[in-house]
C-alpha cells in the first residue's frame, strides 16, 4: 500500500508541476504578445503623428494659395468695376 500512495502522490506532483508550467508558459506568451502590440502601437501613434504633421502643413499651404487667389480676385474685380464705371 505504501509503494502505492507514492507513486499516487509523484504523478500528482508531476501533474501539479506540468500544470504550472503550462500556466506559467502561457502568462509568457501573453505578456509577449501584449508588449508586442504595445511597441507596435507606439510605433504607430508616432507614424500618424508624422503624417498628421505632413497634412498639416500641406494644408496650411493651400490655404495661403486660396488667400492669395482671394486677393488676386478681389483686385480684378475692382479693376473691373473701374471699367464698368466709366
Do not use: P
Not at 508588449?35 to 501613434?45: A, D
Request: hydrophobic share 45%.
Amino acid at each position: 500500500m505504501s509503494t502505492k500512495s507514492i507513486r499516487i502522490e509523484k504523478t500528482e506532483v508531476k501533474t501539479i508541476d506540468l500544470t504550472f508550467w503550462s500556466i506559467l508558459f502561457m502568462i509568457l506568451i501573453a505578456v509577449v504578445v501584449w508588449i508586442s502590440l504595445f511597441l507596435n502601437f507606439g510605433k504607430n501613434v508616432e507614424s500618424y503623428r508624422e503624417s498628421l504633421a505632413v497634412s498639416q502643413k500641406k494644408i496650411n499651404g493651400t490655404e495661403q494659395k486660396i488667400v492669395q487667389l482671394n486677393d488676386e480676385i478681389a483686385k480684378i474685380t475692382q479693376i473691373l468695376n473701374s471699367y464698368e464705371g466709366k
